[in-house]
């Protein structure tokens, strides 16, 4: 799955930046069919689909619901689905995140039970042989930056540093009873026989000797320099933090990647908190992986930052061998969907899919990101069918549809006690076909007035059909917009009928012009997709999805 970004058929047709006026037939000659030099099929999109969210029931049952709608994500257009880490940790309670053992995903009675919080690993292996059965790919959630709930204590030499200059020490070396030993008694040495202690780790939080909390550096150990500079140095996040220059280390994680694509028919992975542990140890692990089992495979690495620079210098140490998450773009959505006012010709403004639109995963939210977590983005629910559609329906990004907007956020009566419906009025799915279906060719953009943006997408060769797209945020939106002269005279219908769309005077039908041009609409605060009618699988969208 790493080629996809060279399978959009850039070549097929010219690529056209964004246009500020009107565009109309005569100034597009070339693009009134969007019709190659060859009939080279077109690639449908892809679309990857993050299969969980925080507070996803404990109930050791999600392998199986999501193998029971895998056939309808596929059908809506899902491509691959990144699911959550599935390896044994603290507890059976834990999303993952909070890793004990690489090689236990849900084998051996461990950490108080013998699935994980998602299941058991035969539930995952047959959820992964399905997804191949129905050509969806799956991407793994890897933590290798740290180890938690190790099995037993083990003394060292440590010294405390400043929380806020990982390279300041604050006070003199000191014996430390640390939970640093790893021995995994009911795996044993099955599939690895590597064991870990104190010298496989650079830094901790706990010593038991006089039960203090605090950053520790194991004596003898430096913090890797290929990190993240917050906090000067941001190699250390949490539990025992590992050793990524220990030549054992090392090996094993190499070893268990091996493992991993033997034991499981995967795309891909996602590398979670890569900027807390070396970068070039990433690209090492990387590399390996392509040599051995991960030829073909996706990588996409969670470096959640703010800035577009940080993360193309991130992109160009690791080779453009990984995609990054656009963590800047979605944060332009949760500012926009806070006012009427967001100009929204500047939405797309210091975002990373601006300037890597190859290795840039555009999304909306994520578990991180959704109401409660760390990395909260507080989001305008009215605002939420008109990111979709901006991720879901232009050329470029790879976009990722979040579990808790297709399916709802679930309650949890300590941190989130009301049940939130899914996103978009029910319509994700709606968005999410269109893209499969007429999201393909030549796009021309209307970024011209603060509270009213358009697209339209001409079709290619083959999936001829394309589609218009209107987005408003005060008032009423209305675009003259051009979708090619061989649509004169057809009847265009919107296929998302949002209630705002409805009750605002927005049309409903649209007649193709003799020069290939529609009076668009839609209604405020919203977003109306526009498609021929009579498109194939048009009838598709007056139904629930």
Same mark, same amino acid.
Request: aromatic share 8%.
């Given at each position: 799955m790493q080629q996809f970004n060279f399978q959009r058929l850039k070549d097929s047709f010219q690529r056209k930046r964004s246009t500020e006026q009107d565009v109309s037939g005569p100034d597009w000659?070339?693009?009134?069919?969007?019709?190659? =030099?060859?009939?080279?099929?077109?690639?449908?999109n892809l679309t990857m689909f993050q299969a969980f969210e925080w507070y996803v029931p404990a109930d050791q049952n999600h392998w199986q619901r999501l193998l029971h709608v895998l056939p309808r994500l596929k059908a809506i257009g899902v491509s691959s689905v990144w699911i959550p880490p599935g390896c044994k940790a603290t507890n059976p309670q834990d999303n993952g995140y909070g890793i004990y053992d690489l090689y236990d995903l849900g084998e051996f009675h461990q950490k108080g039970s013998t699935p994980t919080k998602w299941g058991s690993k035969d539930?995952?292996? $047959? #959820? *992964?042989?399905?997804?191949?059965? =129905?050509?969806?790919?799956? /991407?793994?959630?890897?933590? #290798? +930056?740290? &180890?938690?709930?190790a099995d037993h204590k083990e003394r060292c030499m440590a010294v &405390?540093?400043?929380?806020?200059?990982r390279t300041k020490e604050i006070a003199p070396p000191q014996e430390i009873e640390a939970w640093v030993g790893f021995d995994f008694p009911e795996r044993g040495n099955r599939y690895s026989s590597q064991k870990y202690h104190w010298h496989h780790f650079n830094g901790t939080d706990y010593n038991s000797l006089d039960h203090s909390s605090a950053i520790y550096r194991l004596e003898g150990k430096k913090w890797s320099e290929f990190v993240d500079k917050e906090h000067k140095n941001y190699d250390y996040l949490m539990f025992s933090n590992l050793d990524h220059t220990h030549a054992e280390v090392k090996?094993?994680?190499?070893?268990?990647?091996?493992? =991993?694509?033997?034991?499981?028919?995967? &795309?891909?992975?996602? #590398?979670d908190a890569v900027k807390h542990y070396s970068d070039r140890f990433q690209l090492e692990f990387i590399e390996h992986l392509e040599r051995t089992v991960g030829s073909g495979w996706f990588f996409v690495a969670e470096y959640w930052l703010f800035s577009v620079k940080g993360m193309r210098e991130y992109l160009s140490?690791?080779?453009?061998? *990984?995609?990054?998450?656009?963590?800047? #773009?979605? /944060?332009?959505f949760a500012r926009a969907s806070k006012t009427r006012n967001a100009d929204l010709r500047k939405i797309f403004e210091g975002s990373l899919v601006q300037v890597e639109p190859r290795h840039? *995963?555009?999304? *909306?939210? +994520?578990?991180?990101? $959704?109401?409660? $977590?760390p990395l909260a983005a507080p989001f305008g629910r009215w605002f939420k069918p008109l990111a979709y559609a901006l991720i879901l329906l232009r050329e470029d990004g790879y976009p990722c549809v979040f579990y808790g907007d297709l399916y709802g956020i679930a309650s949890n009566s300590t941190y989130h006690p009301q049940f939130e419906s899914p996103a978009c009025g029910g319509k994700l799915p709606h968005l999410?076909?269109?893209? &499969? =279906?007429?999201?393909?060719?030549? $796009?021309? +953009?209307?970024?011209?007035?603060p509270s009213c943006i358009g697209f339209t997408r001409l079709g290619t060769w083959d999936r001829p059909n394309g589609l218009a797209c209107v987005i408003a945020s005060v008032s009423l939106g209305k675009k003259k917009m051009f979708v090619g002269r061989e649509h004169a005279g057809e009847t265009w219908t919107d296929i998302l009928g949002l209630r705002m769309n409805r009750r605002q005077g927005a049309e409903k039908k649209v007649i193709i012009d003799g020069k290939g041009n529609g009076e668009f609409t839609c209604g405020p605060m919203s977003v109306a997709v526009w498609v021929q009618m009579d498109a194939p699988n048009r009838s598709l969208f007056d139904l629930p999805l």
């Open positions: 000659p070339e693009r009134t069919s969007g019709r190659p =030099l060859h009939n080279i099929p077109t690639t449908e539930d995952l292996s $047959q #959820l *992964v042989a399905e997804a191949e059965e =129905l050509g969806v790919g799956i /991407y793994w959630d890897t933590i #290798l +930056n740290h &180890k938690a709930s &405390k540093v400043d929380p806020d200059d090996e094993d994680i190499k070893r268990w990647g091996e493992w =991993l694509g033997r034991e499981l028919k995967l &795309k891909g992975l996602r #590398l140490r690791m080779k453009h061998k *990984v995609s990054l998450f656009d963590s800047t #773009l979605l /944060y332009n840039a *995963v555009t999304l *909306v939210m +994520n578990h991180d990101t $959704q109401p409660t $977590q999410c076909l269109a893209r &499969k =279906l007429y999201a393909y060719g030549p $796009q021309i +953009n209307y970024f011209d007035a």
